[in-house]
């Protein structure tokens, strides 16, 4: 596991209780506010207020870059903030500057790959220093046994379900893997996914690897890391084929010959009698 980025470009605003924060005045009940401005040129001003003084907090602006405008993260800390769609409230260029956090569980073979936003949650006082919360926005996990599942944890403004087919009132309904597809920030996420399963060196498969064009496939070839073609992919049972040596084409076809003559030649002294 690596450690993601804190500073994506995004100017934070944190109001946080003064009594909840780490201070040197614990065994009392203040009332002060901390505020917490977290700029998108990465200045960090804090300020502790009267809470009653609290409004005045709003005219901020930085010294640094001048900006005035600041999300507010106790909103986004909470679920109110997400019901609009991510698509309008940030940025392409901020939700594409998100860092997957991804771990590789080489002995179960088992990836897990999360899109996550820092917002600041706390601050240290001491240091001036925001403390962030990772908000999970897009997270894909894969099995050993070729389980590819994904899930949205925000509003990424995916089209209707329904897609309507020509001018007679029928519809198709899309699944949620087609749905997906349309929207262009996942599909930056997952070929992000894709080029780093392709560099692995931990996982079992080595030779198909770099010929997967999608997740789903790399995720086909993980259940059956044996197989060593990419054209495995239009076998109809792969799971028939056998596991204890690596098999090419040709390989899998010799044995399913053999196999099925294998099978007649025993079923054969059944059907004279
Ligand atoms: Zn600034």
Known sequence: MHSLPKHIGIAWKLVSDFNQINSLFKA????????????????????????????????????????????????????????????????????????????????????????????????????????????????????????????????FNLPSHYKALGNDHFYEKLSHEELIKQCDVIQVYT?????YLKADNVLSIKKVKTQCTSVKEFAFFLSYPHLEEYEFLQWESPELLPRDKNLTIMDALSYTINYRSEKSLKKSPVCLL
């Open 28 to 155: 009392q009940e203040l009332p002060y506010k901390i505020i917490t401005h977290v700029c998108s040129c990465r200045a960090v001003h804090v300020q502790i207020v009267q809470q009653d003084a609290i409004r005045y907090s709003d005219y901020y602006v930085c010294e640094q870059c001048l900006n005035g405008t600041f999300y507010s993260a106790n909103d986004f800390l909470s679920h109110g903030a997400w019901y609009a769609p991510i698509t309008s409230t940030f940025s392409t260029e901020v939700l594409l500057n998100l860092s997957p956090q991804i771990t590789v569980d080489a002995e179960h073979q088992q990836i897990h790959f999360t899109v996550c936003m820092p917002i600041p949650c706390s601050v240290d006082l001491v240091r001036e220093k925001p403390i962030y919360y990772y908000k999970p926005l897009f997270e894909v996990s894969i099995s050993a046994k070729g389980i590819y599942e994904h899930k949205l944890h925000t509003n």
């Open 191 to 195: 070929s992000k996914l894709l080029t």
